[in-house]
Nanobody
């Protein structure tokens, strides 16, 4: 059973924080690049952040740079997304996905495995 499972979403006020988790099973997790993506109603799915297999290379969308931090613990088969200073425009369903090559993480269409998503709502 190959799967990614997101957790940690919820309702938070503007300026608040959440930590999302992406837990993997059924494949060799430490061989894969992991990316976080999000999709708001009526909008295209967009990239948020990516991390390579070792955790030594990361990237971030300009809209979240300085506020979000991606990390991974390969021993636990888990990638995290720490989200600080949340804004209403961060409201979306957040998904994680696995990629074979780091440069593929710029496109959600190239993801090999996807989770079901976790809802993040930023509202007062």
């Amino acid at each position: 059973q190959l799967q990614l499972v997101e957790s940690g979403g919820g309702l938070v006020q503007p300026g608040g924080s959440l930590r999302l988790s992406c837990a993997a099973s059924g494949f060799t997790f430490d061989y894969y690049v992991i990316g976080w993506f999000r999709q708001a109603p009526g909008k295209e799915r967009e990239g948020v952040s990516c991390i390579n297999s070792s955790g030594g290379s990361t990237n971030y969308a300009d809209s979240v740079k300085g506020r979000f931090t991606i990390s991974r613990d390969n021993a636990k088969n888990t990638v995290y997304l720490q989200m600080n200073s949340l804004k209403p425009e961060d409201t979306a369903v957040y998904y994680c996905a696995a990629f074979n090559v780091f440069r593929q993480c710029v496109s959600p269409h190239l993801g090999a495995y996807w989770g079901q998503g976790t809802q993040v709502t930023v509202s007062s």
